[in-house]
Structures are given as structure tokens and as C-alpha cells.
């Protein structure tokens, strides 16, 4: 069993397309742990994204990710995190593969509706940025 974090991002939501996303997860066997919608300030942003801090995109996405509500989530299940990266498609929507998330309702590289964790310890940073561990259900 493993976990990952999810966001859907400011574009996704205003798209109407949080259930759309779910629903994917939830088509595809996966378990939701935990999830809240927020709202980010820039100071929540810089550090989710700190990585990324030397990026030329870096200012753009901040502001971006802060532009209004997001949805984060906690999933659950086997090889969930290159699970959800199949269903999310490549972070640029030109070369996501048709049927992915990102194809279907991307805008840009930028605007590209959701997040979700690469590797079981970003997942961990990741989870337990927005999330403690009463939040999370225990199976
Ligand atoms: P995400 O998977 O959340 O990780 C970093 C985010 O930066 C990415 O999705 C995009 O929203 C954004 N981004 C903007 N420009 C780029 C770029 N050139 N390369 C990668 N990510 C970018």
C-alpha cells in the first residue's frame, strides 16, 4: 500500500472538473485517505514548491497556485503514486497521452489542472505539508 498527494489546482476547480478527477481515481481503484479545499497564500506556495525555487517559472506558478481555492487529497492504494502520474498525463498537455487529465482539460504547462507526488518521499514531504496524521484515515 502506498500514498501519495494529489492537488487539484486552481484551474481544475474553476473548470468544474473536481468530481471529473475523482471520479478517474475512483474509476481506477484508487482510495481517498484525506482530502479539504484550501486556499494558498503566496508564502504556502513558495514552500510546497521550494524545488522549484530557481525555475524562471517559479514566480508565475506561486501566483498561479494561489489564484483560488485547490483541492488536496490524500491517495491510497497499490503503486498509487505511478498510478495517479498515468492519469494525470505529462506536465505539459501537448505530450499527455489522450484519455489523461491533462489532455482532456489543461490549458497550458503552467495551468495544468492537477499535482501529484513523483517519488515516495516527495510524497511524504508533500502529505505532510497540508495534512496531519488525525486527518488521514487509517484502514
Ligand atoms: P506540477 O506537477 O505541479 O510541478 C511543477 C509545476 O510547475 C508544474 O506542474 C506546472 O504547473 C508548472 N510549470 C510551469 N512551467 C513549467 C515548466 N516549464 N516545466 C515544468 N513545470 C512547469
Do not use: C
Not at 474509476?27 to 514552500?47: E, P, R, S, V
Not at 517559479?58 to 488536496?72: A, E, N, R
Not at 499527455?96 to 489542472?113: F, L, M, Q
Amino acid at each position: 500500500m502506498e500514498r501519495t498527494l494529489s492537488i487539484i489546482k486552481p484551474d481544475g476547480v474553476a473548470k468544474n472538473v473536481i468530481g471529473e478527477v475523482i471520479k478517474r481515481f475512483e474509476a481506477d481503484g484508487i482510495q481517498i485517505a484525506a482530502m479539504k479545499m484550501i486556499q494558498l497564500t503566496k508564502t504556502q506556495a513558495k514552500g510546497f514548491y521550494a524545488v522549484h525555487k530557481d525555475r524562471p517559472f517559479f514566480d508565475s506558478l506561486t501566483d498561479f497556485m494561489t489564484s483560488g481555492p485547490i483541492v488536496v487529497m490524500v491517495l491510497e492504494g497499490k503503486n498509487v503514486i505511478a498510478k495517479n502520474r498515468k492519469l494525470m498525463g505529462a506536465t505539459n498537455f501537448e505530450d499527455a497521452e489522450d484519455g489523461t487529465i491533462r489532455k482532456d482539460y489543461a490549458t497550458n504547462i503552467e495551468k495544468n489542472v492537477v499535482h501529484g507526488s513523483d517519488a515516495p518521499e516527495t510524497a511524504a514531504f508533500e502529505i505532510g505539508y497540508f495534512f496531519n496524521a488525525l486527518e488521514i484515515q487509517e484502514k
